[in-house]
């Protein structure tokens, strides 16, 4: 399965805005997207084994280089601390990289701690609103917490750390020390989390694997790091991660170690979970959902086909009286996560 053409981009509406601004995640920001595309000269960017990773290390003319870089440490402040600069005086912008292929074409920026030379990142993307929703729906609903930023055109985001999904898959799985039971097992899980809120396109190179050492062995965590494709597709397999041909080696392994069910189990796991943080965030999410139901993030064909697939496989003629990609997520949250089944006692 793949997906053939290039998403469409949508700007940020009044609505969504006042959402943002009214959520603490609207700030006006030093440096905007626009200033970074006017650099100088640009080269490749090699990793350590030295392969082409399709990112540009940019660089600016001198009278531009202090101010950009300045302002990018401001921003790295906000994500961090708020904005308190005193803590932030041993850092300083090291490199910055711009992608060359994908939706979003962001900037990467590394910052680095001249006093030890440990480094972070984050990245500096156009503001399209399927993105914000769907950094907001992880945010709410997921296991893990997201950092983000916007302001005007312009959308801040914080680095999400872990080893890249083709990479763990190339280099870790076969390993003797990972647990390969415990990594089906999350793969099923976060299965689960993005057909519930309906992320797409997540092939192994768009999520990370967050892997914890453990007293006794590894804990492992799926973690999505693109959000471009939120219920944006009119396929719902685009939806379930376990459709696209490169997460096949880890498909494997649920298939070989789980019983079906097993698998069942940890699905009603993660509903029942995704349900407790739903109930937590109510009115968060009821706002959020609101403004998508308002808003333009897919096309009329892509809204026929998926409200047609999702009513044939949920069993259930709601779907085709949604007339937007917003109405589509609430009926698949309120049908999967209103029925979820409680959880049998050992």
Known sequence: MYISKKKLFYTVQEELRKYLHHYDRETQLPVRYEDLLHYSDAYPYYDKKGND??????????????????????????????????????????????????NSNPFRVQIMNQLNDNYDYFYVKRADASRIYGLELEHILSPSRINYFVDGDTLIEEHIAGIPGDVFIKDFVKRPTTNKVRIAKEFVKFNERCFVRLLGDMRSYNYVVDVTPDFEDEQYRVRPIDFDQQTY????????????????????????????????????????????????SRYRLKDLIDCMRNDTISTPDKIEQLKQELAQHHKSDEFLKCANMGEIVRLNLKIILTKAPKLKQA
């Not at 950009?68 to 708020?82: N, Q």
């Not at 789980?258 to 796991?269: A, T």
Request: glycine share 4%.
């Open 53 to 102: 990773t399709l990112w540009e290390s940019v660089i600016y003319d001198q009278h531009m280089q202090q101010e950009l870089k300045d302002g990018l440490t401001i921003i790295y402040a906000l994500l961090k601390t708020d904005g308190d600069m005193s803590v932030m005086e041993h850092l300083y912008v090291s490199r910055i990289d711009y992608c060359t292929f994908g």
């Open 233 to 280: 597709e009119g396929k719902k397999t685009m939806y379930l991660p376990q459709f696209f041909k490169d997460n096949n080696a880890i498909v494997d392994l649920v298939v070989t170690l789980l019983k079906p069910d097993v698998v069942k189990q940890y699905q009603n796991e993660e509903r029942t979970l995704m349900f407790r943080r739903l109930r937590s």
